[in-house]
């Protein structure tokens, strides 16, 4: 079956410690997509990628970086440098960045840094 | 500014009941889609509805209808025949043609609970 799977579904971390929450999907989709939420609230998109090896920052890139090596992957990583990065990421597709073109996501990676 | 807007407190609906989700939105382009989210309590995010900003009927599936009023920039989503399974968060998002590089912005998101 075709989706998009994010592992590791639940993650652990010290404060100063970079993370690398993976995303993949088999949809065969351009377009991939990081978005954050925090508890009671909509979700807010970090990076997008529309093609493999771009990317561009989304409204709270600060503290966060991608990569799309692959058309398949796009994981992302939680720098030291975020300043509150516990929350609940989640990752999607599209089959391409059109207004017509929904988002499918994966089940999300629950973050907690301490 | 923020482009969805979801204001209603959280919502018990009687089983088999129908209710009714607002979402407002703001945009100055032409064309864009709206869609509807639900979210359930494992967290992940389920595609329900979408209805193209051109389409002159109002998009159905299932037991979702969405209520689209171009002019007064609204898209309420309804469920009728509620189902115990209907508990859940849902979300308004839009997405644009040529503002926001076609990114989906979201609403923060009404809570549903559905009692028997």
């Known amino acids: 079956d075709g989706g998009i799977t994010q592992s590791p579904k639940y993650l652990f971390r010290k404060e100063g410690q970079n993370v690398t929450l993976s995303c993949e999907q088999n949809?065969?989709?351009?377009?991939m997509y990081w978005y954050r939420q925090d508890p009671g609230q909509g979700l807010r998109l970090i990076y997008y990628?529309?093609?493999?090896?771009?990317?561009q920052k989304g409204d709270i890139a600060e503290g966060y970086s991608v990569s799309r090596e692959k058309k398949e992957s796009f994981p992302l990583t939680v720098t030291s440098a975020q300043k509150n990065p516990t929350a609940f990421y989640l990752c999607?597709?599209?089959?391409?960045?059109?207004?017509?073109?929904?988002?499918?996501f994966g089940n999300g990676t629950r973050l907690t840094v301490t | 500014a923020q482009k969805i807007t979801q204001t209603q407190p959280g919502m018990f609906v009687q089983e088999k009941e129908a209710v009714t989700l607002d979402c407002t939105y703001d945009?100055?382009?032409?064309?864009?889609?709206l869609f509807w989210y639900k979210q359930p309590s494992s967290g992940e995010m389920i595609f329900l509805i979408y209805?193209?900003?051109?389409?002159?009927q109002n998009a159905t599936e299932g037991r979702y209808s969405l209520n689209f009023q171009k002019a007064r920039k609204s898209a309420n989503l309804v469920i009728s025949a509620s189902q115990l399974g209907d508990s859940a968060m849902y979300f308004c998002?839009?997405?644009?043609?040529?503002?926001?590089?076609?990114?989906?912005?979201f609403g923060k998101g009404n809570q549903v609970v559905v009692i028997p």
């Open positions: 999607a597709s599209s089959i391409e960045s059109t207004e017509n073109s929904p988002l499918h």
């Open positions: 949809l065969n989709h351009d377009a």
């Open positions: 990628s529309q093609i493999v090896n771009d990317f």
């Open positions: 945009t100055s382009d032409q064309s864009y889609g």
């Open positions: 209805q193209g900003s051109y389409d002159e």
């Open positions: 998002a839009m997405r644009e043609r040529y503002y926001g590089n076609n990114r989906l912005a």
